[in-house]
């Protein structure tokens, strides 16, 4: 579990039993002892199974898979996957694929609903490039409606491993991970996938050698 989830939950519970001791009664302590219930489950951290192999992108978070289309960015034509997670998807994040940190971008933005395409460069935000196996993979970690705080507990030159915890957004939200033209996605529009052990996308032998 995420160390914010033990926070959240023991707060809400002295609270309630604060509440318990001052009325007498459980009656006014059940809202708190419920969002103590709440926290604890929505900070859950499960460990995943990493899929093995060369030239895999994994998905970054749980979630809903909305887009996948060609894009432009000042690097040249990429293909990007939206994925987008609800209330009840776990909001730990994961890196894609294995190698270094190259670039930490952090966005200040809006707060529009995670749904909306244009909160995919509107909203607050944190881009983060990985390069590894000789090729360049970006995600973002995109703030939504409710989500109001973005943690990424890695610098520029760090090295990650293939779906190895890298941070969370807190509630609801949205990543977008961004890949070569050269990857061959794996997932379709309305599939549901697990950070770090569903694979989006996977590079041609030999691509980026």
Do not use: C
Not at 3 to 28: E, H, K, N, P
């Amino acid at each position: 579990m995420v160390r914010d989830g033990y926070i959240y939950g023991a707060s809400l519970l002295a609270v309630a039993a604060a509440i318990f001791w001052l009325t007498g009664g459980w009656v006014w302590s059940v809202a708190p002892v419920l969002l103590a219930a709440f926290f604890l489950w929505f900070f859950r951290d499960p460990e995943r199974a990493i899929p093995p192999g060369a030239g895999l992108i994994v998905s970054p978070g749980d979630g809903l898979v909305t887009e996948t289309a060609a894009i432009n960015t000042p690097e040249g034509p990429r293909q990007r996957i939206s994925i987008f997670l609800n209330v009840f998807d776990v909001h730990v994040n994961r890196s894609p694929i294995g190698g270094v940190i190259t670039s930490v971008r952090y966005q200040k933005g809006l707060y529009l609903n995670a749904m909306n395409p244009d909160s995919a460069e509107r909203n607050e935000q944190n881009a983060v490039t990985v390069r590894g196996e000789g090729y360049e993979v970006t995600f973002k970690q995109i703030a939504g409606l409710i989500a109001r705080r973005i943690v990424f507990n890695f610098a520029e030159g760090a090295q990650v491993g293939r779906g190895q915890r890298v941070g969370l957004i807190k509630f609801g939200s949205r990543v977008d991970v961004i890949v070569p033209t050269a990857a061959n996605l794996r997932v379709k529009v309305g599939q549901r996938v697990k950070g770090g052990a569903s694979v989006l996308a996977a590079m041609p032998e030999g691509a980026g050698q």
